[in-house]
């Protein structure tokens, strides 16, 4: 029931509890933590990480960890926790399925387990260091403090020590709430203790949990497997029964008709034949699995068990269980055997286990972090919760509702004149080139709709059916009629990780339709978005879901405009409005109106809108499947054409507003003019639904509130009032705030918004928005952390690993802020690198970029920001505009801008001063100039490198070692253990007489080695001087005679750098047993 983990720590016991204990499904652990005053002889900086290190090592998946005892930390009543910025989350494009999400949503359960956010404290004492490091521990590992939240104590914190101040607390993991009861701080007892105050409570056993997955053995489906591509190409082609030639022979015949006579069950029965052609022989090759397996969840098994280790177990455990009946030779000798093959088979499969992991993270591209997710769940066993803990009923009748019209208008007839002036590209005839580009683009690893047809099947089998897809298309597009299984969607309902899990309004539907039909309006919607690039049919003020255009333009526009008006000594009024389900609500015969007002009418008009006639969806939760209901309204979530749909939705926001005229950004409007010859009557700005709405006086904004809510009344559109926030952007707070109203509802006015993932401040700083996206990203840290902590992977993957789930979150949005300090970032890119390397905080940081070969985020920042600007000068966008406008007046030195300045001292710094310049004439690629920039940024950083090992009394060594600034072999080539080892011992983490010293402030010529007391007790002293009997013994078993014979610092880094597996483990050796005799 109770076991006790080995700890390295002096400052923490651990218990691991048995699931059984509680009725859990997994194990959990309990700390018991005394951790010495700060300001004492006994303190240490590296308490907490210590501490935080061991959790990480020995929970199992993290979920269940209870840690208790004496922190000596001050925390009042500050926030132990991150409350989640949905807008940031939500920019990062996270699957809600994924870990990573689940972990920055983990606070939801404590409103789940009715547990309060805020906690109480009578602590009077002033928040301390130990106690700023007690809450960031809170904060980066999802451990919450139990005071005054929970037990006798809710609401109520009382104090443990002296009647002044709480230093002992009770930390629980989210779900450790379940299990804990009766939490109280016992009166203070003499008897007990000097001056602390006993924390008393209880843990309770949960009724029986259902630990089985799903009961459904009927759903069978065909896997995907990239290595039976070929045969299941070659099965489509030797189709025995002639399907393929059928369908053609059909489809010609078909062509032959005036598409008049062209029926819909005949368009039927063509795509149900392409399906069932792909489903038989995905059957024949693939086989096929059970959708839902009943079968017990066991978290302990390893990934790289299987069958082989199985039966060479049962062997084993046979062998042990005769010779335990009869002990004589014989069953001996055959135990002995048995148990050699066991462990030999287990150490073969690991290490293939390993080599196939490495491989498969290596070729994964770095920038998808969906399936390195994926990759790591499965080495560690986690299982994906995938249904909806909710009954099929409700959710079937709650979206049915939603989907259902509420408009009494929706059967008026719309005239569909064929007359576009785009009628020559938008309704001609689909050419193979077309569908091509469709299918080289789609994603593999995606569900399929109705039909159960796949991507993979449809990319491998492009060159068979090209011409086959060619005339379904093309006869298609001429009679307008949909296939039935393109109209239908499966919804499957994936919880927020927020609310109550039994409210179906805390699901987000997921609708899953045909893949063929996404094709076809892959088609369709790439035509759309040429003409609109062509012909502006969109607005420049939309830049959601458009080519060339991403949530960075629109960040960068809002933020130029706030610095112009911070320029003129002005203030800037904004309103971010918030749309209730904005696609899922979109009128349709608003729609239809909308479309051909656009111009985009005929055979494209006629698709689109017998594309959502009398669709429909069900809803899919495990095994259960719903009945289909009619969707009425609203736009489909996920299909091709809602993001262009929606985009001409809105798109006549603009228009309306000058009709009405409301005044837009007059002095924007003025300076484009005056400086560079362009009209610009600037009122909003979207992305999708994001939007902002500006002005220059309060009365302004609120008459465009009041027309903004005409336009949404007439077209339908829901605006959530309560979210809907406004910020007053000015160098100083205000003193008097104006009052604003939108549907007969105050709006609340904020110090800051998070728009599109970036929190702008009102004073335009962005160290709020550093510093958000820095909590974020280290709870992701902690994610990976948890991830790696039973993987023994080489540190280059780690590193991949970092740069693919990690940065993306890191340096979001940082072509924007990154011109401001940026060592709150780098914090966080150190963290991790010391933590792989496993060593101390205080590790020198240019040891760490050494040993890694790393560069520091800066330089990425820089070639971000670079890139970005490149885009900004080759484009004509609406964020081109200001920035020529911004540049102008920066240049003519009218204004001085922070952003400009530092592209400008990009190009100074890197020698590139004629770009800037001449950037109207730039003939650099974003690549070329990108490529040129960091080079030069790299060189820099090296020679600051190699002057900091020399400058630094730490370096002293590691100049001998270290001559090339590159990722050290021993890194790769050695085992973790070993690995371990060297590092320590290159980064000055070693117990040794001259660290010593220096953490106790001793001289250095009294830094004597403690075995001889002849020497100084450096690095060189111990391996080839030190005459300590015990060494010398170790030398000679360990280190190369050679080495040792006349040392010098030229041997001491040739034995480092000349690497030799061989060499360096025994070196290991030597090093591991030399810390033991030191310590």
């Known amino acids: 029931m109770l076991t006790f983990p080995k700890t390295l720590s002096e400052y923490v016991l651990w218990v691991n509890f048995s699931k059984h204990v509680v009725n859990s499904d997994l194990d959990f652990l309990l700390g018991c933590v005394y951790i010495p005053p700060e300001n004492t002889k006994y303190a240490s900086p590296e308490a907490f990480n210590e501490i935080e290190r061991e959790m990480i090592e020995l929970s199992h998946h993290g979920n269940k960890v209870a840690i208790v005892g004496d922190f000596n930390a001050k925390t009042q009543v500050r926030d132990d926790f991150v409350e989640p910025d949905d807008n940031f989350i939500r920019s990062l494009n996270l699957d809600e399925n994924d870990e990573l999400y689940s972990y920055l949503y983990d606070i939801e359960k404590l409103k789940l387990y009715n547990v309060p956010l805020r906690r109480a404290s009578q602590c009077k004492a002033k928040v301390n260091n130990y106690g700023n490091k007690l809450l960031d521990f809170c904060k980066q590992n999802n451990m919450y403090i139990a005071n005054g939240r929970i037990g006798n104590d809710a609401q109520i914190g009382?104090?443990?020590?002296?009647?002044?101040?709480?230093?002992?607390?009770?930390?629980?993991?989210?779900?450790?709430?379940?299990?804990?009861?009766?939490?109280?701080?016992?009166?203070?007892?003499?008897?007990?203790?000097?001056?602390?105050?006993?924390?008393?409570?209880?843990?309770?056993?949960?009724?029986?949990?259902?630990?089985?997955?799903?009961?459904?053995?009927?759903?069978?489906?065909?896997?995907?497997?990239?290595?039976?591509?070929?045969?299941?190409?070659k099965h489509i082609l030797d189709d025995e029964r002639g399907n393929l030639h059928r369908i053609n022979d059909k489809l010609n015949e078909l062509l032959n008709k005036q598409h008049d006579n062209v029926t819909n069950n005949e368009i039927n029965d063509i795509v149900n034949s392409i399906s069932e052609l792909f489903k038989g022989s995905a059957k024949q090759v693939f086989g096929s699995n059970n959708a839902y397996r009943k079968r017990r969840l066991r978290c302990d098994n390893k990934p790289w068990f299987n069958r082989e280790c199985h039966?060479?177990?049962?062997?084993?455990?046979?062998?042990?269980?005769?010779?335990?009946?009869?002990?004589?030779?014989?069953?001996?000798?055959?135990?002995?055997?048995?148990?050699?093959?066991?462990?030999?088979?287990?150490?073969?499969?690991?290490?293939?286990?390993?080599?196939?992991?490495?491989?498969?993270?290596?070729?994964?591209?770095?920038?998808?972090?969906?399936?390195?997710?994926?990759?790591?769940?499965?080495?560690?066993?986690?299982?994906?919760?995938?249904?909806?803990?909710?009954?099929?009923?409700?959710?079937?009748?709650?979206?049915?509702?939603?989907?259902?019209?509420?408009?009494?208008?929706?059967?008026?007839?719309?005239?569909?004149?064929?007359?576009?002036?785009?009628?020559?590209?938008?309704?001609?005839?689909?050419?193979?080139?077309?569908?091509?580009?469709?299918?080289?683009?789609?994603?593999?690893?995606?569900?399929?709709?109705?039909?159960?047809?796949?991507?993979?099947?449809?990319?491998?089998?492009?060159?068979v059916f090209l011409p086959i897809y060619q005339k379904i298309f093309n006869l298609i597009l001429n009679t307008a009629s949909i296939p039935d299984v393109w109209k239908i969607g499966i919804i499957k309902p994936v919880y927020k990780n927020k609310g109550d899990p039994k409210d179906p309004d805390n699901y987000?539907?997921?609708?899953?339709?045909?893949?063929?039909?996404?094709?076809?309006?892959?088609?369709?919607?790439?035509?759309?978005?040429?003409?609109?690039?062509?012909?502006?049919?969109?607005?420049?003020?939309?830049?959601?879901?458009?080519?060339?255009?991403?949530t960075t333009d629109n960040m960068f526009v809002?933020?130029?405009?706030?610095?112009?008006?911070?320029?003129?000594?002005?203030?800037?009024?904004?309103?971010?409005?918030?749309?209730?389900?904005?696609?899922?609500?979109?009128?349709?015969?608003?729609?239809?109106?909308?479309?051909?007002?656009?111009?985009?009418?005929?055979?494209?008009?006629?698709?689109?809108?017998?594309?959502?006639?009398?669709?429909?969806?069900?809803?899919?939760?495990?095994?259960?499947?719903?009945?289909?209901?009619?969707?009425?309204?609203?736009?489909?979530?996920?299909?091709?054409?809602?993001?262009?749909?929606?985009?001409?939705?809105?798109?006549?926001?603009?228009?309306?507003?000058?009709?009405?005229?409301?005044?837009?950004?007059?002095?924007?409007?003025?300076?484009?003019?005056?400086?560079?010859?362009?009209?610009?009557?600037?009122?909003?700005?979207?992305?999708?639904?994001?939007?902002?709405?500006?002005?220059?006086?309060?009365?302004?904004?609120?008459?465009?509130?009041?027309?903004?809510?005409?336009?949404?009344?007439?077209?339908?559109?829901?605006?959530?009032?309560?979210?809907?926030?406004?910020v007053i952007f000015s160098k100083r707070k205000c003193a008097r705030t104006p009052h604003f109203?939108?549907?007969?509802?105050?709006?609340?006015?904020?110090?800051?918004?998070?728009?599109?993932?970036?929190?702008?401040?009102?004073?335009?700083?962005?160290?709020?928005?550093?510093?958000?996206?820095?909590?974020?990203?280290?709870?992701?840290?902690?994610?990976?952390?948890?991830?790696?902590?039973?993987?023994?992977?080489?540190?280059?993957?780690?590193?991949?690993?970092?740069?693919?789930?990690?940065?993306?979150?890191?340096?979001?949005?940082?072509?924007?802020?990154?011109?401001?300090?940026?060592?709150?970032?780098?914090?966080?890119?150190?963290?991790?690198?010391?933590?792989?390397?496993?060593?101390?905080?205080?590790?020198?940081?240019f040891i760490v970029y050494g040993e890694l070969g790393r560069y520091p985020l800066d330089i990425e920042i820089k070639c971000r920001i670079i890139v970005f600007w490149h885009k900004l000068i080759t484009s004509s966008k609406l964020s081109s505009t200001i920035y020529k406008l911004m540049y102008t007046l920066h240049e003519n030195g009218t204004m001085l801008f922070k952003w400009l300045a530092y592209v400008k001292d990009i190009f100074s710094q890197t020698g590139l001063n004629y770009v800037w310049y001449y950037q109207s004439t730039c003939s650099f690629s974003k690549d070329e100039i990108k490529r040129l920039v960091k080079s030069r940024l790299k060189d820099q950083f090296i020679q600051k490198w190699f002057d900091n090992i020399l400058n630094s009394s730490r370096g002293q060594t590691y100049s001998i070692l270290k001559t090339k600034f590159e990722q050290e072999k021993y890194l790769i080539k050695l085992n973790t253990n070993d690995r371990k080892i060297m590092c320590k011992f290159r980064s000055c983490n070693m117990h040794l007489p001259?660290?010593?010293?220096?953490?106790?402030?001793?001289?250095?010529?009294?830094?004597?080695?403690?075995?001889?007391?002849?020497?100084?007790?450096?690095?060189?002293?111990?391996?080839?001087?030190?005459?300590?009997?015990?060494?010398?013994?170790?030398?000679?078993?360990?280190?190369?005679?050679?080495?040792?014979?006349?040392?010098?610092?030229?041997?001491?880094?040739?034995?480092?750098?000349?690497?030799?597996?061989?060499?360096?483990?025994?070196?290991?050796?030597?090093?591991?047993?030399?810390?033991?005799?030191?310590?």
């Open 741 to 845: 109203t939108l549907c007969n509802v105050e709006l609340e006015i904020l110090e800051g918004y998070t728009y599109l993932g970036l929190f702008f401040n009102f004073s335009c700083s962005f160290f709020k928005a550093r510093k958000k996206i820095v909590e974020q990203a280290q709870k992701s840290v902690f994610a990976v952390y948890k991830k790696l902590r039973n993987i023994s992977l080489p540190v280059d993957l780690q590193l991949k690993i970092f740069d693919s789930l990690i940065m993306p979150v890191l340096l979001y949005s940082s072509e924007i802020w990154g011109f401001e300090n940026t060592n709150i970032i780098e914090k966080i890119h150190l963290q991790f690198c010391k933590y792989i390397l496993n060593v101390r905080k205080s590790t020198p940081n």
């Open 158 to 233: 009382k104090t443990t020590c002296s009647d002044v101040s709480v230093i002992d607390y009770l930390l629980l993991s989210s779900d450790m709430f379940r299990y804990t009861t009766d939490f109280e701080i016992k009166v203070f007892d003499p008897l007990i203790s000097d001056v602390h105050c006993r924390l008393v409570f209880s843990l309770c056993k949960l009724t029986d949990e259902c630990i089985y997955n799903t009961e459904c053995h009927e759903n069978r489906y065909t896997k995907w497997k990239s290595c039976k591509e070929q045969d299941f190409v």
């Open 558 to 726: 809002l933020y130029s405009l706030i610095s112009i008006y911070f320029s003129l000594g002005k203030k800037l009024y904004c309103t971010f409005i918030d749309f209730s389900k904005a696609f899922d609500s979109v009128w349709r015969v608003g729609l239809w109106k909308k479309l051909q007002k656009s111009n985009i009418t005929g055979k494209i008009f006629n698709i689109i809108y017998k594309l959502y006639d009398k669709t429909k969806s069900c809803v899919k939760n495990g095994c259960e499947q719903s009945d289909l209901f009619n969707c009425e309204i609203g736009l489909k979530q996920g299909e091709n054409l809602s993001p262009f749909l929606f985009a001409i939705y809105l798109n006549d926001l603009e228009t309306y507003l000058v009709e009405k005229n409301v005044n837009c950004l007059q002095t924007i409007d003025k300076l484009c003019i005056d400086n560079i010859g362009v009209y610009l009557k600037l009122f909003i700005i979207l992305y999708a639904d994001d939007t902002v709405l500006f002005s220059e006086t309060p009365d302004g904004l609120q008459l465009a509130l009041n027309e903004f809510e005409q336009y949404c009344n007439t077209w339908k559109l829901t605006i959530n009032s309560g979210k809907t926030k406004i």
């Open 508 to 550: 987000r539907a997921i609708t899953l339709v045909s893949c063929l039909g996404k094709v076809f309006t892959s088609v369709i919607n790439n035509r759309l978005n040429k003409i609109s690039d062509e012909f502006d049919l969109i607005s420049s003020a939309q830049a959601g879901f458009r080519k060339g255009h991403s």
């Open 994 to 1079: 001259i660290e010593k010293g220096r953490w106790l402030g001793i001289p250095r010529q009294e830094r004597t080695c403690t075995l001889c007391n002849l020497y100084i007790g450096d690095e060189f002293h111990y391996l080839f001087i030190c005459e300590s009997v015990l060494v010398k013994c170790l030398r000679e078993k360990y280190i190369p005679k050679y080495y040792f014979t006349y040392p010098s610092q030229l041997k001491m880094q040739g034995l480092f750098n000349i690497f030799n597996v061989k060499i360096h483990t025994k070196l290991c050796k030597f090093i591991e047993k030399l810390e033991k005799i030191l310590t």
């Open 311 to 463: 039966l060479n177990r049962v062997e084993f455990n046979k062998a042990k269980a005769l010779f335990h009946k009869v002990n004589n030779p014989i069953n001996k000798t055959n135990l002995n055997r048995a148990s050699k093959v066991y462990r030999k088979t287990l150490n073969k499969n690991y290490r293939n286990y390993q080599e196939k992991l490495s491989s498969e993270l290596r070729n994964t591209a770095r920038m998808d972090s969906k399936k390195f997710w994926n990759i790591l769940n499965k080495c560690d066993g986690s299982v994906k919760k995938g249904n909806a803990d909710i009954c099929i009923t409700e959710l079937y009748e709650y979206f049915k509702d939603l989907n259902k019209s509420v408009y009494d208008d929706d059967d008026f007839e719309l005239e569909n004149p064929d007359n576009s002036i785009f009628d020559d590209y938008l309704n001609g005839e689909i050419t193979t080139d077309e569908i091509k580009f469709s299918l080289i683009n789609l994603k593999n690893s995606k569900a399929s709709g109705i039909d159960q047809i796949l991507n993979e099947y449809l990319k491998s089998t492009m060159d």
